[in-house]
């Protein structure tokens, strides 16, 4: 779930990565906003910074 550190972001939620953790699919999410709050990183999914 790619999406930038950026005023226009802090609106967006984590919604796209619980609807793939209901389906038991690893969510790899930037760590921003609340997606550091809903991924415990290498846990339940996983926080990555970059495009590689």
Known sequence: MPIEDSECSLGKCGFKGLR???????????????????IEDDSNGFLYDSNE
């Open 20 to 38: 793939y953790m209901a389906l038991e699919i690893s969510a790899l999410m930037y760590p921003v906003q609340v997606n550091t709050e809903v």
